[in-house]
């Protein structure tokens, strides 16, 4: 939604434990997170329009997240 961070815990409330343990034990992971989390913040600025960049690089950011997020759920999922 729009202006809302995107978290991954609230993203995925069933895996708020795996992703703690993940940041915690699995370096790529924590690298992945972090990435995320500044992307979300970045466009969460920009929805506020604390920022105000164009439309164009907005939507390279949002795509951006949606890939991260689709690579960290896989690794969620993962065994």
Avoid: C, N, V, W
């Avoid at 609230?10 to 915690?24: A, S, T, V, W």
């Amino acid at each position: 939604m729009l202006g809302e961070h995107h978290d991954l815990a609230h993203e995925f409330p069933e895996y708020k434990e795996r992703i703690h343990d993940l940041k915690m034990s699995d370096l790529h992971f924590a690298k992945l997170y972090q990435e995320y989390e500044k992307l979300d913040k970045e466009i969460y600025r920009i929805e506020q329009q604390i920022e105000t960049p164009s439309d164009e690089y907005t939507e390279q950011l949002k795509k951006k997240r949606a890939l991260l997020k689709d690579k960290l759920y896989a690794l969620l999922k993962s065994p």
